[in-house]
């Protein structure tokens, strides 16, 4: 069996080993289901935001505020389980290369799969990428350990699979 873990080295401070099993309860993971349909648009959101709190504020004007209801909270802590079970999620990559620590002037990344080939980007492309680390409620047995979806969502029908480690180098 393989060991399941993935390696950031290379030019930095602290070379990590990280086990991706542990983020399925991580509040930083994305649904890469609908992660990549979201509009990520700052003014958008805040848009959506000034929008919800208008209408709440409204609503609470003419109708009065309603008290929170006891299982409302049951329901949604059934939902999160069933969701865990049978989501695929990610995780984004750049906290974990800023713990890394890498040098200033890091250019570029290559990426090393299970079978050894390997595959060089710059490194823009690796601080917004996002780590898929479950599909269907399950850990990437079989083509993990992690998946390497580009930030933009170009490959998230063919991520880079079976990868085990980003080394980081200068220019």
Do not use: C
Request: charged share 30%.
């Amino acid at each position: 069996m393989q060991e399941f873990v993935f390696f950031i080295e290379g030019d930095v401070s602290h070379p990590l080993t990280i086990d991706p099993t542990v983020w399925i309860f991580d509040e930083r993971k994305v649904d890469l289901d609908t992660y990549f349909d979201e509009v990520k648009s700052l003014d958008d959101e805040e848009t959506a935001y000034k929008k919800a709190i208008s209408a709440q504020w409204d609503k609470e004007i003419t109708e009065g505020s309603e008290p929170p209801r006891p299982d409302s909270n049951d329901n949604k802590i059934k939902y999160d389980k069933q969701k865990l079970q049978q989501g695929s999620f990610g995780m984004p990559l750049n906290p974990f290369l800023l713990n890394a620590e890498p040098q200033p002037d890091i250019t570029k990344v290559e990426i090393i799969q299970a079978d050894g080939q390997s595959q060089s980007f710059e490194y823009s492309v690796l601080k917004s990428g996002i780590i898929g680390f479950s599909h269907k409620g399950k850990p990437l047995k079989s083509d993990g350990p992690i998946h390497f979806y580009f930030g933009d969502g170009s490959n998230r029908n063919q991520p880079i699979k079976n990868v085990r480690k980003f080394i980081l180098h200068h220019s």
